[in-house]
């Protein structure tokens, strides 16, 4: 099994940055690919950012890419999303998850495990 809990969310203005992190536990976390997913209010769980096994290979929305990175420290069991140019649409709650898959996962459901999540508030 693995567990994962999500951090550093907060308050910031439009254009400033957040630094989201995800720390697992349990086993073989560096053999999941890991994604970050966000639900915004009234809305369904949308794809933000995904990575691979080793890290060679990212994936990203179009409403984020330019803006957001996502990276992986597997010594440290970690996933980190870098939040920059933020907007107010970017307001959601983000969640971390992880998924056995080859490549690089887009969609929710070839995701095994899933963060409680972390509110993201960016005022305008």
């Known amino acids: 099994q693995v567990q994962l809990v999500e951090s550093g969310g907060g308050l910031v203005q439009a254009g400033g940055s957040l630094r989201l992190s995800c720390a697992a536990s349990?086993?073989?976390?560096?053999?999941?690919?890991m994604g970050w997913f966000r639900q915004a209010p009234g809305k369904e769980r949308e794809f933000v950012a995904a990575?691979?096994?080793?890290?060679?290979?990212?994936d990203y929305a179009d409403s984020v890419k330019g803006r957001f990175t996502i990276s992986r420290d597997n010594a440290k069991n970690t996933v980190y999303l870098q939040m920059n140019s933020l907007i107010p649409e970017d307001t959601a709650v983000y969640y971390c998850?992880?998924?056995?898959?080859?490549?690089?996962?887009?969609?929710?459901?070839?995701?095994?495990?899933w963060g409680q999540g972390i509110q993201v508030t960016v005022s305008s």
């Open positions: 990575i691979s096994w080793r890290g060679g290979s990212t």
């Open positions: 349990g086993r073989t976390f560096s053999n999941y690919a």
């Open positions: 998850a992880a998924s056995r898959t080859y490549t690089v996962p887009t969609g929710q459901n070839l995701y095994d495990y």
